[in-house]
């Protein structure tokens, strides 16, 4: 995967498009600080409610915390590494 041409993305939505959404209704998850490989079997888009992570692929990272939403690639491997406790809304497709 050439994060060049499907990048994360992380932007700061607003409560409107968190509503368009329906970020709200998607199941909660959450997990305690620490590191972990992860990998994207398909698209991910999640909205952090607390906590703060780096994620690195492919020698490159990105750092995220709570108000941000985030858009990981389907065929992503990575490496979280959760600095503060997160609880996210999350969706996959």
Excluded at 56 to 73: H, I, K, Q, S
Aim: proline fraction near 6%.
């Amino acid at each position: 995967m050439n994060l060049t041409t499907r990048p994360i993305t992380v932007t700061r939505p607003s409560e409107h498009v968190l509503a368009e959404l329906g970020v709200r209704t998607w199941p909660i998850w959450t997990c305690e600080s620490s590191t972990f490989p992860w990998h994207y079997d398909q698209k991910e888009t999640c909205y952090l409610l607390a906590g703060q992570v780096t994620v690195r692929a492919e020698g490159r990272e990105v750092t995220f915390g709570e108000g941000d939403l985030v858009v990981f690639p389907e065929g992503m491997d990575c490496v979280w590494e959760v600095a503060r406790p997160v609880k996210k809304h999350y969706k996959f497709g």
